[in-house]
């Protein structure tokens, strides 16, 4: 293997001028490229990784922000008013699924399970009664650098929160 080190500068002939610049081996003048093209691969393929997990991050808090959110909207026992038909409320279920998905801005959500300890899957539960509201949800990655890592290009994950829920008058509960 060669040394492409740059040689030492000489001095010009006259004593008053910067030194001339050093010269380096002809067989060696595509090294400083082929250097960089190998560090800048890696370079970019750490930044494009650090980038996706950042936003895969974001995406799993803000869920975990929204599914909290819901949960405690849950845990009072109140309902929202339904717009298509006024003067009506939506049921406890369909208040709690439409705080989570109006809260959860950007993320696809697969499927959003409410359950209560007493009344299972598909109840909101009566006063006192414990509420658990899970959202299962996929991000695409931005990149495809870690597409080997994540089958379909996404990120799978399961977000839930469990509140007790507050005393309320029971006419609230469906």
């Not at 009072?76 to 801005?105: C, V």
């Not at 109840?123 to 870690?146: E, H, M, Q, R, W």
């Amino acid at each position: 293997m060669r040394n492409c080190r740059i040689g030492q500068a000489t001095k010009s002939t006259h004593t008053a001028g910067p030194s001339i610049l050093p010269k380096r081996n002809r067989r060696c003048r595509g090294q400083a490229l082929v250097e960089f093209t190998l560090v800048a691969m890696i370079f970019f393929l750490l930044s494009f990784a650090v980038i996706d997990f950042s936003w895969l991050l974001f995406n799993q808090m803000n869920m975990q922000d929204a599914v909290r959110e819901a949960a405690r909207y849950a845990s009072t026992g109140n309902h929202i008013p339904n717009p298509s038909t006024p003067g009506s409320n939506f049921s406890r279920i369909a208040s709690i699924t439409q705080i989570l998905e109006n809260s959860a801005t950007g993320s696809n959500i697969q499927s959003i399970v409410i359950s209560s300890a007493l009344g299972g899957v598909g109840s909101a539960g009566a006063p006192g009664d414990t509420v658990t509201v899970k959202a299962v949800c996929d991000i695409p990655l931005l990149t495809t650098v870690l597409s080997g890592i994540f089958p379909a290009n996404q990120f799978n994950f399961t977000v839930s929160s469990t509140f007790k829920n507050e005393p309320f008058p029971s006419s609230q509960t469906n």
